[in-house]
C-alpha cells in the first residue's frame, strides 16, 4: 500500500511558466515532507522541505505548499528552466521514522 | 568531499548468481541506507545503519538479500541467488544524524548501481 502517492507519472511544461507537482499522502501521522530532485544516472538530492506547523516553505524559485486536511502538498517551481527537467520524488516521516518515498514525477521543460 | 560513492554503476548478471553492491558513505555520516528504485514503487528503504550497527531491516525483500557494514566507511549489500525480478536502481545513501531515517535526516544519495538480472 503506497503511503505516498505521486499519480502523475510525468508532466511537461514550457520554459518561464510555473510547473506544479503534486503529492498525496494517506498517513495523518506524517509531520515532515521533503521533496528530492533527481537527474538521469545521479542519485536523488534533497531540495525543499516542509514541517506539518506550516503550509507553506518557499527557496527561491521553489515553494512547497501542504494541505493537512486533504493530505496533499505540492511543489511549485517558478519560473520554470529547462536545467529543471528531472524526476521529483516526494517523500514523507513521522517523527524518526523512516522516510517513505514516491514513485516520482518526471518534469519535462521545454524551450 | 567526494560524496557517497557506489560501485559498480552497472552489472548484469544471470539468475542464480550472486551479486554484491558496495557503498562508501561521506566520512563523519553516522547513518547508512539503502534504497531500492522501481518504476512501481519508486524509492523503497531496504535497510539502514546507525553508527555500524543495523537497525531497521523490514524493507530487506526476503532471505537472499543480505547488508554488513563491518566499519563506518564501508557496506555492502548481497542478492544470493539473484532473481530477475531484482532489476532495479539500487541506492546508498548517508546522513550525519542517528536518529533513524526520518524529520531533519537529510540524505545524501550515490550515484546507483542499475542492476540486470537475465
Known amino acids: 500500500d503506497q503511503q505516498v502517492k505521486q499519480n502523475s507519472p510525468s508532466l511537461s511544461v514550457q520554459e518561464g511558466r510555473i510547473s506544479i507537482l503534486n503529492c498525496d499522502y494517506t498517513n495523518s501521522m506524517f509531520d515532515y515532507f521533503l521533496w528530492y530532485k533527481k537527474y538521469p544516472a545521479e542519485g536523488p538530492t534533497f531540495l525543499i522541505s516542509?514541517?506539518?506547523?506550516?503550509d507553506k516553505n518557499e527557496d527561491g524559485r521553489f515553494t512547497v505548499f501542504l494541505n493537512k486536511s486533504a493530505k496533499h502538498l505540492s511543489l511549485h517551481i517558478v519560473p520554470s528552466q529547462p536545467g529543471d527537467s528531472a524526476v521529483y520524488f516526494c517523500a514523507a516521516s513521522a517523527g524518526t521514522d523512516k522516510l517513505i518515498f514516491g514513485t516520482g514525477t518526471r518534469l519535462q521543460v521545454f524551450p | 568531499d567526494a560524496g557517497v560513492i557506489q560501485s559498480p554503476r552497472h552489472e548484469v548478471t544471470e539468475m542464480g548468481q550472486e551479486v554484491t553492491l558496495r557503498c562508501k558513505p561521506i566520512?563523519?555520516?553516522?547513518?547508512l541506507f539503502w534504497y531500492r528504485q522501481t518504476m512501481m514503487r519508486g524509492l523503497e528503504l531496504l535497510i539502514y545503519f546507525n553508527n555500524n550497527v543495523p537497525i531497521d531491516d523490514s524493507g530487506m525483500p526476503e532471505d537472499r538479500f543480505s547488508a554488513k557494514m563491518p566499519n563506518a566507511s564501508f557496506s555492502t549489500l548481497k542478492i544470493q541467488p539473484s532473481e530477475p525480478r531484482d532489476s532495479a536502481v539500487y541506492f546508498c545513501a548517508s546522513s550525519l544524524g542517528t536518529g533513524g531515517a526520518g524529520a531533519n535526516e537529510k540524505l545524501f544519495f550515490g550515484s546507483g548501481t542499475q542492476l540486470s538480472v537475465l
Open positions: 516542509i514541517s506539518s506547523i506550516k
Open positions: 566520512s563523519g555520516h553516522n547513518s
